[in-house]
């Protein structure tokens, strides 16, 4: 199995874009990408357009080569509603568009499904259901919460098996939070997770240091089954993420178990444009 880490915080947009790449078949995972509309009380920087313009175009490419599109929510980082086309002759599995979701969600599964209507496509309602591609297995959960409670809406994970590989994505859980969240996790015991992680950049405000701290202890808890964890979005928002998590750093290397952003699992240098949007404007103006 193939893991590539198309978009994500830390390559400067807010995304979890990913591609995986078995002997069955190409899968990409929550194929949109945003910015932050406001960050330090800026607008998104010009380099910031710049760059979610190149990984949208990115994005794209790797849908073509897709067969199976899989997409965990309606938040517009995760998913496009206005490129539709890029679905055509592709199978789609999409969260439920009724059930446990919030309103604000439903209105956008609801405009989504009304474009979809005109595609050449084959497309279902996955939460909590599991299909067989060959030797590609994918579980998906039932709908867990968005963070801390159902303020946010529900989000979907997804467990992927190919052989004697296994690949984990998280979605938007902020942690994991809660035990839901995290036993999924815990009972497939992936190689390599790719996980959103707490929102440490808004502590004390959004997010409090409690949940910071349960976030933290789960993260431990799945250093403990896996190889491999990438943390990012949500934590990589942060330009301090690493003193964030030093804890879970230093306990993840009793188990031989990588901890690291994205972009190290790509072997490319961090390029955290939201966290420097003050400091982007701050050079055009010298």
């Known amino acids: 199995m ?3 880490p198309i978009a994500f915080d ?4 807010r995304s979890m874009a990913t591609f995986l790449k078995t002997k069955d078949l190409g899968i990409s995972i929550d194929p949109s990408v945003s910015l932050a509309p406001y960050r330090f009380g800026l607008p998104p920087h010009r380099v910031e ?10 994005i794209k490419g790797f849908v073509k080569n897709s067969e199976l599109v899989i997409i965990t929510h309606y938040h517009y980082d995760h998913y496009n509603p206005e490129e539709v086309e890029i679905f055509e002759g592709k199978k789609l599995l999409i969260k439920h568009p009724r059930e446990k979701i919030n309103k604000s969600q439903m ?11 005109d595609l050449r496509l084959d497309f279902d309602y996955c939460d909590g259901k599991s299909y067989e591609f060959g030797n590609t297995v994918i579980e998906i959960s039932k709908p867990v919460f968005h963070g801390e409670n159902q303020k946010l809406g529900f989000v979907l994970e997804l467990f992927v098996s190919s052989g004697k ?3 984990l994505f998280s979605s938007d859980v902020e942690g994991p939070l809660h035990e839901d969240q995290t036993n999924f996790i815990l009972e497939k015991k992936p190689e390599v997770v790719f996980i959103d992680g707490p929102m440490s950049y808004m502590l004390g405000y959004r997010f409090s240091r409690s949940l910071l701290e349960k976030a933290i202890s789960n993260l431990k808890k799945i250093t403990e089954v896996s190889k491999v964890l990438v943390i990012d979005h949500h934590l990589l928002r942060d330009l301090n993420w690493k003193i964030v998590v030093s804890d879970l750093l230093n306990y993840a290397e009793q188990f031989s178990t990588k901890v690291q952003s994205a972009a190290e699992f790509c072997g490319i240098k961090e390029n955290l444009l939201e966290a420097r949007r003050r400091e982007l404007y701050k050079k055009e103006q010298i």
């Open 107 to 117: 209105n956008r599964a609801d405009y989504f499904l009304n474009k979809l209507k």
């Open 49 to 58: 357009i710049e760059k979610m313009s190149e990984k949208w175009v990115e």
């Open 165 to 167: 590989k296994s690949f």
């Open 10 to 13: 830390s390559m400067g947009v």
């Open 2 to 4: 193939e893991i590539i």
